[in-house]
């Protein structure tokens, strides 16, 4: 009975402790049960049973990586970043010519008063998309420059106080580039251009 108070005063695993070294019992006391007994004695403890996974849990497991491979795999065949980022990622897998050209995509505003048409930031904050979405279906939107038109929406959604633009250019700079570094100034072509609504 003192062995048991010890044991429960100073929180110890009584598996861990083994038999007792003192040899002071040989069988369950006054009070002890046992499974008391059975424990100070060093018998190890049962095995904790493992739940197996039901048939939803193994059907989710399965079907999304299958259908991530899939949508990877189109992506690779189509050559698309449709998919992203499950696509072929192209933009990441192209060497670079140190003496090449490097093209930026750009987008231009021309407001009622100004003289010159106004470069505007390229991103979902100003305009309600990332220059990348629109990079990846440029050609797409030089055939139908209708589809500034929503990127003009957007402007006016998004800066209520400027001005209406009158027109939405979509433009590219293309800058020349020896031994890594950029030469000159960049060369400025309008892709595309839409009067607006």
Known sequence: MEEKKRRLLTSQDPAAQGPDP?????????????????RSAGTPKPAT????????????RIVVPAIAFVILTCGQFLNTNDFFP?????QYATAKDLNGTVNS????AQFPGED????????????????????????????????L??????YIRLHPD??????MILCRTTTQLKNGLAVGEPEQTTLAKWEVR
């Open 86 to 90: 499950l696509g072929s990622l192209t």
């Open 22 to 38: 003192a040899g002071a019992s040989d069988g369950p006391g006054a009070g002890e049960s046992a499974t008391d007994f059975a």
């Open 116 to 147: 010159e048409p106004r470069r505007l930031g390229f991103n979902a904050a100003t305009v309600g998309i990332e220059r990348g979405d629109v990079e990846s279906q440029l050609d797409r939107v030089i055939a139908h420059p209708e589809l």
């Open 162 to 167: 400027e001005p209406k633009p009158e027109t």
């Open 49 to 60: 049973r493992v739940k197996p996974l039901s048939k939803v849990s193994i059907g989710w």
């Open 149 to 154: 038109q929503s990127v003009a929406d957007s």
């Open 105 to 108: 995509t750009c987008i231009e």
